[in-house]
């Protein structure tokens, strides 16, 4: 299967609710990288974590790498209607050294006002 | 400034005709990745070029689909005699280098084959 794959592929919370999605991938990564999508939208980086690195904080967002588990977690701390979008993590694989991104199917997240 | 630029937005053409994607990518960027994404999937890399070089291009395919970045000028990808199954969004990437940087991508350029 995939390297890149985010649980759950859809979560719906109401707003001010945290929201956790998870990443799983297969081989050794440099980095990864959480996107986030709106509908019929480009990507917009939201955080980088290095292979070397645990957590990471970036205003209300929140991203741990495991990489014993080959896994990653990005919480949204206090959400709001406008979080609603598709979140993707992204893999930098070791083999290929920066040439490319190996993405997941993505988490549709809904924030309900 | 500018971030990654991507034109047209959106181009529709007929089965058989030639698709010219283009990307212009952040000023200082010499990096360029694109990506394809069907409807509900994630993105797919395609192909990941230098400055007149191409890098990678495994995630091409072997027919029809041809990428370039000139010395100047924006990266183009390229489709002849396009097919249905070419629908889909087309994503360029830039980067100011390898390794441990960021991609930024642009709006993309939505492809429909009618």
């Known amino acids: 299967s995939q390297q890149g794959e985010e649980d759950p592929q859809a979560l719906s919370i109401q707003e001010g609710e945290n929201a956790t999605m998870n990443c799983s991938y297969k081989?050794?990564?440099?980095?990864l990288q959480w996107y986030r999508q709106n509908s019929g939208r480009g990507l917009v980086h939201l955080i980088l974590?290095?292979?070397?690195?645990r957590e990471k904080h970036s205003g209300r967002l929140r991203v741990t790498l495991d990489t014993s588990k080959k896994s990653s977690s990005l919480l949204i701390t206090a959400s709001r209607a406008a979080d609603t979008a598709s979140y993707f993590c992204?893999?930098?694989?070791?083999?290929?050294?920066?040439?490319?991104?190996?993405f997941g199917e993505g988490t549709q997240l809904t924030v309900n006002p | 400034n500018a971030g990654v630029m991507q034109n047209p937005r959106h181009l529709v053409r007929r089965r058989g005709q030639e698709a010219r994607l283009r990307c212009s990518p952040m000023k200082g960027h010499s990096h360029v990745y694109w990506y394809r994404q069907l409807p509900e999937e994630g993105l797919k890399f395609m192909v990941y070029l230098q400055k007149e070089n191409i890098i990678d291009e495994s995630g091409m395919p072997k027919e029809r689909f041809s990428a370039e970045f000139p010395k100047e000028g924006p990266s183009i990808l390229r489709i002849q005699q396009v097919v249905r199954g070419d629908s889909a969004a087309y994503f360029c990437?830039?980067?100011?280098?390898?390794?441990?940087?960021?991609?930024?991508f642009g709006p993309g350029t939505r492809l429909t084959v009618t």
């Open positions: 992204a893999t930098d694989p070791q083999e290929t050294s920066g040439s490319r991104l190996t």
């Open positions: 990437a830039s980067s100011p280098g390898t390794g441990m940087y960021e991609q930024y």
């Open positions: 081989t050794s990564i440099n980095n």
């Open positions: 974590i290095r292979s070397n690195e």
